[in-house]
């Protein structure tokens, strides 16, 4: 059903751009997570919402447990606005942050930080080694889940941890373990190549079998390696979590009895990268609109703005999609501009200045370093704003 009529009637007094949740969306989005999850606690990654009312939405319903976050400051913000249990998800370098974390016991006990080399703890210990006494600073390690092939010529997945091994693994826990100030809360390991890519990508059935083909193979690959990292580490120690997945490889992560809690972002939001997978299908819950601002000729429309490319290695797949009306396209000399994008289509004769034209962002969180608020829709009701990462002059990356 086009939602068009409804987004419209809603937002009537508002002037775009600006951005919108459909929250009906997001329930049945999460709803459909936890069911995928199969009763394993979903930790909630933050750089796909940017948003602390909607985070807290979240994590009032049943089956969220914890938030992933994408820097240490981020952390430090939102367990001090009374989230508990964060892992800050990738390494930081951010002195004044770490030495915040150590100076508060609270901070310390709520907030886990990655590391995937003896070079990071050092660095940790040298940014607080003024703090005396200092609380124990907890610890992820962070295992590289990339799929390597024929004599490591193929890689699929992300550049991440330098950590791949049982041994290399275990290794690095015990070091942590000899240092005095830190404890090993975790392990975490991402499988973008599963995760992150859509299994059913449009219009090239060759790049779809190498898909298929390569995630199985990683998949059963990664269920074996996984399972020895972790029970090598837990020889030398407990730990609090282990954490795999993402949105795209939900039901695939939680089989593994490895793996106690798994990571979902995007499919609360489901923008348009997520389109294309087989084993889940999401409703868009986040857009935002844009005012036509010219007419140049009787099927092209201009709006303003529209140049909001997501992250990622630069193709078209990064750039919004024009959504509503359906129909509308990129004129192909000039993409997504900076302050004014032509759209053509048979959809643009019916469109007149100062209409909207709806889109989805490619990813999901990103949208939100764009404005300010959502507006937040229930039915055909505007029932709520509230501030983006941004709007609360919250800029982290």
Known sequence: MDARPRYDRATAPLDPPFAILDLDAMRANAADLVRRAGGKPIRVATKSIRCRPVLERIMAMDGFRGLMAF??????????????????????????????????????????????????????????????????IRICLDIDAGYVAFGGKFRAGALRSSVREPEQAADLAAEIAKRPGFRLAGLMAYEAQIAGVGDDPPGNPAMTRAIRLMQQRSARELILRRGRIVNAVRQLCDLDFVNG???????????????????????????????????????????????????????????????????GAPDLSRLPQPYLPPGLRYAPDEGAGEVQTPLLGKAAEDLRVGDRVWFRHAKAGEMCERFAALHLIEGDELVGTVPTYRGEGRTFL
Request: aromatic share 10%; proline share 8%; no cysteine.
């Open 71 to 136: 820097t240490l400051p981020e952390a430090l913000w939102l367990a001090r606005s009374g989230f508990t249990d964060i892992l800050v998800a990738y390494p930081t370098a951010d002195r004044a942050a770490l030495a915040e974390l150590a100076g508060d016991p609270r901070l310390a006990r709520e907030i886990a930080v990655t590391v995937d080399s003896v070079e990071h703890l050092d660095y940790v210990d040298d940014a607080v080694a003024d703090l005396h006494p200092r609380p124990e």
């Open 245 to 311: 997945g993402g949105t795209g490889s939900v039901e695939r992560t939680v089989r593994e009895k490895a793996v106690t809690e798994v990571a979902a972002g995007s499919g609360f939001f489901h923008p348009r990268l997520f389109d294309f997978y087989r084993s889940f299908t999401g409703r868009p819950a986040a857009l935002f609109a844009l005012p036509v601002v010219r007419r140049p000729g009787p099927d092209t429309v201009t709006v303003l703005g529209g140049g909001y490319l997501a992250s």
